[in-house]
């Protein structure tokens, strides 16, 4: 089965700085997204990341504070903007794997922001 | 707003007890999945149920799906310490074409008490 790398695994950042976490696919997915679980909830779709063009991002969220690049079919950046506390989460990427079952996660960004 | 709703919230149970996770949903699917999550980390695909199968299995888990009342059970059977985790259902919606994007329940926090 793929393995999608994820890192950093976890940071601590000072409020008004951005943050970019990168996720590295050993295989090749058709699809990416990026997704965000505030503490103790479930997971919210952020966007899905679209090889070679902008992102297709989900209400309430904008490419202005969570750029999204994906230059290939294997790897995605996200770029968390101007942080605040409220965007202090985990972050986690995911992908579908050509003739797999399910969608493959990274093993997720926690994020903190101070 | 959330497509799954899993109940209940948490489950407390001994070793050796089964343990059964409920989810509901709202509009056509195609398909159901279950995931685990261990504290905070990334997701576990566990099982893919489609909208025309009723039952499925592998190992100690069991799912059942019945569109008719929109939900899904997610039974472990004989469970261990290490099951301890938090269980997602997640769907994608029937649109009528390709959707890959996955909504998420809330998920339940499974204890397994040695």
């Known amino acids: 089965s793929a393995v999608i790398s994820q890192k950093p695994s976890r940071d601590i950042c000072q409020r008004g700085t951005s943050l970019t976490i990168q996720c590295q696919v050993d295989?090749?997915?058709?699809?990416m997204f990026w997704y965000r679980q505030q503490p103790g909830q479930s997971l919210t779709l952020i966007a899905t990341a679209n090889q070679g063009s902008e992102a297709t991002y989900e209400s309430g969220f904008v490419i202005d504070k969570f750029p999204i690049s994906r230059p290939n079919l294997t790897f995605s950046t996200l770029t968390v903007s101007n942080m605040s506390p409220e965007d202090s989460s985990i972050y986690l990427c995911?992908?579908?794997?050509?003739?797999?079952?399910?969608?493959?996660f990274g093993s997720g960004t926690r994020l903190t922001v101070v | 707003s959330q497509q799954g709703e899993e109940d209940p919230q948490a489950l407390s149970i001994q070793e050796g007890e089964n343990a059964t996770m409920n989810c509901s949903y709202k509009t056509s699917i195609n398909n159901l999945q279950w995931y685990r999550q261990n504290s905070g980390r990334g997701l576990v695909h566990l099982i893919l149920?489609?909208?025309?199968?009723r039952e499925k299995h592998s190992g100690r888990l069991r799912v059942t799906l019945d569109t008719s009342k929109k939900s899904s059970s997610l039974l472990i059977t004989a469970s261990r310490a290490a099951d301890t985790a938090s269980y997602f259902c997640a769907t994608d919606k029937d649109s009528g074409g390709s959707n890959y994007k996955l909504t998420f329940g809330k998920g339940t926090l499974l204890t397994v008490n040695p």
């Open positions: 295989s090749q997915v058709t699809m």
């Open positions: 995911s992908g579908i794997v050509q003739g797999s079952y399910g969608y493959t």
């Open positions: 149920i489609r909208s025309n199968e």
